[in-house]
């Protein structure tokens, strides 16, 4: 039906969902482009059409009040269902936000045993009762405790409450193929009449109420889910949702921006909320309450006082600790270690290149990103930069080999460093091994280049080592080899491969970081995995961190300790802020953004 049919203006959805779609009738058409100023992100892809970003749309929707036929406005069932839902939480958030005490306004954890009904069987801990209690009061809501809290049995139960409730019949769960076991298994036991799970890679199950996908397949399925959303009352639960931080400006963001307006309730779950600051959170928020969650956080963070960003926004979400778990501390040092002549020097020689062109390039993310990725190489081991990414690295990591004219100095350096100097990060990293295999503690080497991994297995073959990139045939066999076989001393792997979705802190208390990339959330992903809960009160996990002097290893550890440093004060969390503040130990023989960049210019430029 044309809005000449309907009135003189029609307010829908767009093809994609993650827009509304203004289309006036043929005489208003100078109202419309009036009306597409006052929006933020108004666009007129037609003469009588404008389109708005959702969450500018319902931010800003008092606009269309200012239409000059009132009676003439017309809406899509989806848009209007949704407006409806944005207001009614916009209320929710405004009195909690408000509230002379915002848990006033909760239900009491005691009462959420009563609310799950009579199939529900899965033991709750306080903790766990007490974020249920917080996210059926909110509607929609985010949950950003920590690994071992239990944030995949609080989602169940939250789906429980609302399914008893008669508002959602089913689930839909976007989540990395790392946690399908443990979606599948707890749908299985947390209810009396365990609970019909279909993960979409085996097909599509018309019968299915939890559906599992994974954030890869989102948008060849996007039709299929927003269908499936739409056709019952629906539930959408982001698992790990920190891989949806870039909101609409990412592949994953914009697939769970479209789906999010289908589902009757939102929910999103994960530990590293705001790996790069506070558009992390603007984004993960967005998704929850479209129209609001973002300006909240705005306005939030705007003055720069951490702590009253943390007491505005700790009503919109639920966080258990690791110090509410009783897990014991973190011994966290950096080791920094000297680089040897040769290496230094071809360091230098690299550094001056790059300062060369940095000028030029300013502008170029891309270039720059390249340039920052061969300087962490450089700092690990030079060898590296000649040989090229392995193809089986993450795609923001796969970089040609370094192109070095043969008849510079610098190729004949490069060339003949391995026959002189072995790079003293390897050097340190074997010692530790060594020292703590004495001992009789394995250790988890972590590194982030594939090259540089295998590079290390090599050196470490003496203590049996299993190793884990983007290539192992058979993952599962050198987990199970690690964890099992006494002679195993060491795993060597990189975050990017393993810093979801696995436990070790069962026979693993130490970790190595050979070298750090710029990515925050993965550094605490990676770190969850030897501490976590279910750690003896008298175990001592240790964390060392290796940075080669004077190269861009203090670049990477200053920007991870600001980043580190916003989320441990916005959460409220001491136990992020010990991981900022890594202790100095005594001197010892990938994913960056805007400020990262700026952070390494001013390394080039320096040196």
């Not at 959805?13 to 993650?18: E, P």
């Not at 074997?430 to 009789?440: L, T």
């Not at 002097?549 to 010990?578: C, G, N, W, Y």
Request: glycine share 8%; charged share 25%.
């Amino acid at each position: 039906m044309t809005p000449s049919q309907q009135g003189s203006l029609h307010l829908g959805l767009d093809a994609t969902g993650t827009k509304a779609e203004l289309t006036a009738a043929e005489g208003y058409r100078s109202d419309l482009v009036q009306m597409a100023a006052r929006f933020r992100t108004g666009r007129q892809p037609a003469p009588l059409i404008v389109t708005v970003e959702l969450d500018d749309f319902l931010s800003s929707i008092g606009v269309i009040s200012q239409w000059p036929d009132h009676q003439g406005v017309t809406w899509d069932d989806d848009l209007q269902k949704l407006v409806t839902s944005s207001l009614r939480d916009a209320e929710t958030v405004r009195k909690q936000l408000s509230a002379p005490d915002p848990g006033s306004l909760e239900l009491a954890a005691d009462d959420v045993p009563t609310l799950l009904g009579s199939e529900w069987q899965g033991p709750l801990t306080e903790f766990q009762r007490r974020d249920i209690a917080k996210l059926l009061s909110l509607g929609h809501g985010a949950n950003f405790s920590v690994p071992g809290a239990g944030k995949t049995r609080v989602a169940l139960a939250v789906y429980a409450a609302a399914r008893e409730r008669g508002d959602v019949r089913r689930l839909l769960v976007v989540s990395p193929k790392s946690a399908y076991e443990s979606w599948v298994y707890e749908t299985g036991i947390c209810f009396q009449r365990p609970l019909r799970s279909h993960i979409l890679d085996a097909g599509r199950d018309p019968w299915a109420e939890v559906l599992i996908v994974n954030y890869e397949r989102l948008n060849r399925e996007l039709a299929f889910l927003a269908s499936w959303l739409k056709a019952e009352p629906s539930m959408l639960l982001l698992d790990e949702a920190h891989r949806m931080k870039l909101g609409s400006r990412g592949t994953y963001g914009a697939a769970c921006m479209a789906l999010g307006p289908q589902a009757d309730r939102r929910l999103i779950l994960t530990g590293t909320p705001a790996p790069n600051g506070a558009k992390d959170l603007e984004n993960l928020l967005g998704f929850v309450w479209p129209g609001h969650g973002q300006r909240t956080v705005v306005q939030a963070v705007a003055g720069g006082d951490l702590s009253h960003a943390s007491a505005v926004l700790r009503p919109l979400f639920t966080r258990t600790t690791k110090q509410e778990l009783g897990l014991p501390p973190v011994t966290a040092r950096v080791v920094r270690v000297p680089l040897a002549p040769l290496h230094s020097e071809i360091y230098g020689a690299l550094v001056g290149n790059f300062s060369a062109r940095a000028s030029a390039v300013a502008e170029d993310f891309n270039a720059l990103g390249k340039s920052a990725l061969r300087l962490l190489m450089a700092a690990t081991n030079p060898a590296l930069l000649l040989e090229g990414a392995s193809k089986y690295e993450p795609v923001e990591y796969r970089l040609p080999p370094l192109e070095v004219p043969q008849d510079h100095s610098l190729y004949d350096h490069l060339k003949n460093l391995s026959d002189y100097e072995l790079s003293p990060k390897y050097a340190e990293a074997s010692a530790i091994v060594a020292a703590n295999a004495a001992q009789g503690r394995k250790t988890l080497v972590w590194t982030t280049f594939v090259r540089s991994l295998t590079s290390l297995a090599k050196l470490l073959e003496n203590f049996n080592p299993a190793v884990v990139h983007g290539g192992t045939p058979d993952r599962e066999e050198e987990l199970r080899r690690f964890r099992e076989d006494p002679d195993c001393m060491v795993l060597v792997s990189n975050p990017a491969t393993l810093g979801e979705g696995i436990s070790l802190h069962q026979v693993c208390h130490d970790a190595v970081y050979v070298d750090r990339d710029f990515m925050a959330g993965r550094y605490l992903q990676s770190l969850d995995r030897i501490h976590r809960l279910g750690l003896a009160g008298d175990e001592e996990t240790r964390v060392t961190v290796l940075a080669a002097d004077q190269t861009i290893d203090e670049v990477v550890e200053a920007r991870l300790h600001d980043k580190l440093d916003f989320m441990a004060r916005v959460l409220d969390d001491p136990s992020v802020q010990q991981l900022a503040d890594l202790q100095e130990a005594p001197p010892a023989v990938g994913g960056l953004d805007a400020a990262d960049i700026h952070a390494v210019l001013q390394h080039i430029r320096r040196i």
